[in-house]
């Protein structure tokens, strides 16, 4: 109950941080959202699970292109084209899974970053249709979902913080029910789990497969929400990205992966207008931070007042 | 004439009105009282300061800085004296639409410009047709005149890679040969370059016999120039970013002192590299494409000298500061002349503030005559008003004892090409 | 080109490439196998590598290969030595968890690149050969200097194994690779021993940097792909086995050769990473590796 409440809560105070930010911090916030539900997904896979990925670039970019590709080629639009995006990422999470999860730790690493990157070659191969590196400007038209109009901030926003506030209670659902316990028991033994009867490679697929459900809805959205879609999306610095806000918001938390978007999308913002230095800056953060709270933001407060969040 | 004119005449007004408080302040107070009352024109610039773009970027602001300081120097804009708000975009489309929203909510810029990296245009000009701010981008790409973007973005200091590779075709299959095999990077920039010239080739009775396109993850050349057919006549060659020295280099060492095809290329592969480089000797001979000759030509006009003093560029294309510190020529200017360019529009629209956008971006879509003179040292433009696209002409210089030597320039016309868009039908 | 001569040419580039590959790698390897932590500035070292190699060979006068042979001695030194600092100041206290060194080393990327950036600037600059010899043969020319790099990586491996198996100081580091508590209780230093192989993991990247560095340019972004290649070269090769790491970056050198013979340059890219992705996922413990 605690749980449900703090996550509430937590919801409640960003929908009034939507409310009063000013024009610029609140488009950042949109953007933020929608990383975050990408980050959420990602988080699913590697702070629960325990599933090092480097390839959910691959996830976020059929999501992307599952949703922009339908838009250019036939004039689709809204909902169905958020729900081939996300269905996009399902199925392609689900593939590469199906091949990728024969292996473990490092190997695992790297081979979903091998599939990512085969991937990102890919959309520069099929340029015609893709549009490569130069990428695909959505129209407004197809920008409108159940009557919203994406090219406005407010709807977006609003929109973004729905998409995100579902993303995250479902997440915590998943997490707090018997099957969130068993992703655990993979993430901190696997063989022992695998000896009490589980089988970790059909659990394993299953959360890859819901984590690249999140970041294929996530390149949807962030698809049509900002009018872009690109293959740059499908580099290797976009697996690295959600990986990053999960460790520093804090892996396996439910809320800790929109707090690092958002503390790591602010920093950035804010030490490039003192010099444009600012990728030292942030290579100097991360290092302090798995100095001195190696568990992120939200694992550190876990640990010292709030043992119970999930 | 004109323009100097215009932008003097506010302050003769406010020499005016200031007389008593000039009197008693001494000459110091003449100029003073105009920046004091004018607010200042905000000009926000997205810089590729990091990432792959930061070589055009560093140039970019040297360029932009130099046109502002002269600006300025003349009473600023309409009387208004103008501020140049710089943000780096990474070179990164999302940072780009960032960076967008940034200059325009934060910073409280009047209109954006400066963008060069196609994707970063393409990820941004959304944001900044949603923002309703003029988005004037400095990219040589496509992409505005294909009539991919929107109304509130326009490309007036440069002409557009379509434009400048049509032109190329007529002396390619003239003086250098009609069997052509295209090396050129697998991103857009390529495709533009796939497309466009094999089309214009053909035109001349000449023939693409081979298009080898490079991902843009290769570091190493060679094992593609084997498949470069024995018939080729002409080998066009086009790559950017850090991976053009070794691909001359490698070509170089491939060919030899043995039966070669002629070389054309575009600068693009060697922007801010000396041509003097060790290893770039297998150029001696060869064709570039320069939008912007990077020696001084012995028959350059009358701007160019002050552009170069101005920016801080000596002869050779180089930084006078330091020799080895070559500029990105043939593109830099574009932001030069766009600054100029919107210095036009907004004195010719009467634009006041934020509200007055839109006739902006008409006032900019009804000009077409863009003459020679240190407004545009690269040169006289047309800008067409319904594709947004300005075009000038292009210049063919050759290696000569390591110097890039003029020694063609091709005429506005045989850049044009039918309109693909009409910008002026669509709503703001 | 016909078949022949164009076989020739692709063997002899992937023979370039697998043997700046093994270099890269091996250091790679090492680090992974006697540290089990990944490091992802490594791809940055030999950048910063390729950077230094640029600023001596610069400020030394005479012929291109005094300036070239004093980078190979100054420079890989200089960046063993940055590493092994970076490993006592940081990794040490990480105590070595692999996810925190994965975050801390991907800031050290972040901070080297951007000091290169700054202190090197954004433009690509060359470093010129200690020779140019080039071979003319019947069907096309090709460098000399690029055979010379194949043989002195080949020397530099084998000094590495010749460490690695016949010093002491490579028995105490197979030792803590073997099981590091045992070492410690056996009186080694095992926090020199890792200071060292990370140094040691490092300063083998910086040779690659210098000796590729004459036939390619100095650029401050240019350390992604090796890494990225290196990763797949050590783990194909199985983790911590030199042996291995060899094979492993001749099969995927000269592979990415042979395979750009016959289709388009991209879709050469693609076939060869989902070929190496596929032999990972059916040889998860590597070619040379045990089964974990």
């Known amino acids: 109950m605690k749980a449900w409440l703090f996550h509430l809560v937590a919801l409640a105070g960003l929908a009034v941080l939507a409310a009063v930010l000013p024009a610029y911090h609140a488009n950042n916030l949109a953007r933020v959202l929608v990383l975050a539900v990408y980050a959420t997904g990602y988080n699913l896979a590697f702070g629960y699970t325990g599933m090092l990925s480097l390839g959910h670039a691959l996830f976020f970019g059929a999501g992307m292109f599952g949703a922009a590709l339908p838009v250019t080629l036939w004039g689709w639009g809204g909902v169905p084209v958020l729900a081939l995006g996300m269905l996009a990422g399902g199925v392609v999470a689900g593939a590469v899974g199906l091949l990728a999860l024969r292996t473990k730790g490092v190997s695992f690493m790297i081979v979903t970053l091998m599939f990512a990157q085969a991937g990102y070659l890919t959309l520069i191969w099929f340029n015609a249709v893709t549009g490569g590196d130069q990428g695909l400007v959505l129209p407004g038209a197809a920008r409108r979902v159940l009557g919203i109009d994406l090219t406005q901030d407010a709807p977006r926003l609003w929109l973004a913080l729905g998409i995100y506030a579902v993303a995250l209670l479902l997440a915590v659902a998943l997490v707090r029910s018997r099957f969130g316990r068993i992703m655990l028991a993979m993430r901190e033994n696997e063989e022992r789990s695998r000896m009490l009867g589980y089988n970790p490679y059909a659990v394993k697929l299953k959360v890859l497969v819901v984590s690249g459900l999140y970041a294929g809805l996530a390149g949807a959205a962030y698809g049509l929400f900002f009018g872009y879609a690109g293959a740059g999306f499908a580099t290797v610095q976009y697996s690295i990205l959600p990986m990053l806000y999960s460790l520093l918001g804090g892996a396996g938390t439910a809320l800790g992966p929109l707090i690092g978007a958002a503390a790591m999308f602010w920093l950035i913002d804010f030490v490039s207008s003192l010099t444009n230095a600012y990728l030292m800056l942030v290579g100097v953060a991360l290092i302090v931070l798995v100095l001195f709270a190696p568990r992120g933001i939200l694992g550190f407060v876990r640990e010292r007042w709030l043992p119970w969040l999930p | 004439m004109k323009t100097t004119l215009t932008s003097f005449a506010p302050s003769r007004r406010a020499v005016l009105t200031g007389m008593g408080a000039g009197l008693i302040a001494g000459s110091a107070g003449l100029v003073r009282p105009v920046w004091a009352q004018a607010a200042p024109l905000k000009l926000g610039f997205q810089l590729h300061a990091t990432g792959i773009g930061a070589s055009y970027g560093r140039w970019y602001q040297r360029t932009a800085d130099a046109a502002l300081k002269k600006i300025n120097e003349a009473g600023g804009i309409g009387g208004r004296p103008v501020e140049i708000v710089y943000e780096d975009d990474g070179t990164d489309p999302a940072r780009g639409a960032e960076v967008v929203d940034k200059l325009n909510s934060q910073h409280g810029c009047d209109l954006i410009f400066g963008t060069l990296f196609s994707h970063v245009v393409m990820g941004s000009a959304p944001r900044a047709g949603e923002l309703k701010v003029p988005y004037l981008v400095c990219s040589e790409g496509y992409h505005v005149a294909s009539g991919a973007l929107n109304r509130w973005t326009l490309q007036p200091g440069i002409t557009d890679v379509r434009s400048q590779i049509s032109s190329m075709a007529p002396w390619v299959a003239g003086n250098l040969g009609k069997k052509v095999t295209m090396f050129f990077p697998d991103y857009a920039f390529g495709y533009d370059h796939r497309d466009f010239f094999t089309k214009a080739i053909e035109a001349q009775g000449g023939q693409v016999v081979a298009q080898i396109a490079i991902p843009p993850t290769e570091t190493s050349y060679t094992r ?114 766009t600054l100029y360019f919107i210095k036009q529009a907004v004195e010719a629209s009467g634009y006041a503030g934020v509200a007055d956008r839109q006739k902006l971006v008409e006032a900019m879509e009804a000009i077409s005559d863009l003459p020679y003179g240190i407004e545009r040292p690269q040169g006289a433009k047309v800008f067409n008003g319904k594709t947004h696209q300005a075009f000038g002409s292009q210049n063919i210089s050759k290696i000569e004892g390591g110097k890039l030597v003029k020694v063609h320039t091709t005429t506005i016309d045989e850049g044009k090409y039918d309109d693909a868009v009409d910008y002026t039908t669509m709503s703001f | 080109m016909s078949f022949g001569p164009f076989l020739l040419l692709a063997l002899m580039e992937g023979l370039v490439s697998a043997a700046v590959l093994a270099l890269m790698a091996s250091g790679l390897s090492l680090v992974f196998g006697v540290m089990r932590v990944v490091n992802v500035a490594h ?240 040889r998860p413990q590597g070619l040379f590796g045990a089964k974990a």
């Open chain 2, 224 to 337: 593609y120039f084997a498949q470069i057919p024995a018939e080729t006549e002409v080998l066009y060659h086009v790559m950017v970013g850090p991976g053009v020295l070794t691909f001359v280099k490698e070509l170089g060492e491939f060919y030899g002192s043995g039966a070669k095809p002629q070389l054309f290329g575009f600068i693009d592969s060697l922007e801010a590299v000396d041509t003097a480089t060790p290893g770039l000797e297998f150029l001696e001979g060869s064709h570039f494409w320069e939008a912007h000759p990077r020696v001084k030509p012995a028959d350059a006009g009358a701007a160019e000298g002050d552009y170069r003093a101005a920016v801080g560029v000596d002869d050779n294309g180089a930084s006078v500061a330091d020799a080895k510190d070559v500029a990105t020529y043939s593109h830099m200017f574009s932001a030069w002349e």
């Open chain 3, 43 to 282: 791809g940055a070292f030999f950048m910063t590598g390729a950077v230094l190699a640029w600023f001596v060979a610069g400020h030394v006068p005479g012929p291109p290969v005094w300036g070239w042979l004093a980078a190979l001695v100054v420079v890989p030194p200089m960046v063993g030595l940055m590493a092994a600092a970076v490993d006592t100041l940081v990794l040490k206290r990480l105590e070595y968890e692999p996810e925190a060194v994965i975050v801390a080393t991907i800031g050290l990327l972040y901070i080297l690149e951007q000091a290169a950036l700054i202190g090197f600037g954004p433009d690509a600059r060359p470093v010129a050969a200690p020779f140019s010899l080039r071979l003319q043969l019947p069907w096309f020319g090709y460098s000399g200097y690029k055979l010379f790099v194949v043989a002195a990586a080949g020397l530099v491996l084998l000094a590495l194994w010749l460490v690695m198996t016949r010093t002491r100081f490579g028995l105490v580091m197979r030792a803590t690779q073997v099981d590091r508590t045992t070492a410690r209780a056996f009186g080694i230093n095992v926090d020199r021993v890792y200071a060292g192989t990370f140094g040691l993991g490092a300063a083998l990247a910086a040779v690659a940097a210098v000796l590729v560095v004459p036939t390619t340019q100095v650029h401050y972004l240019m350390g992604g792909d090796p890494l990225l290649l290196s990763f797949i070269t050590v783990i194909i090769g199985g983790l911590g086995s030199l042996r291995g790491t060899l094979v492993a970056a001749l099969i995927i050198g000269l592979s990415d050769g042979v395979i750009s013979m016959f289709w388009a340059p991209t879709l050469s890219k693609i076939i060869a990473t989902l070929l190496v992705a596929l032999v990972l996922v059916f």
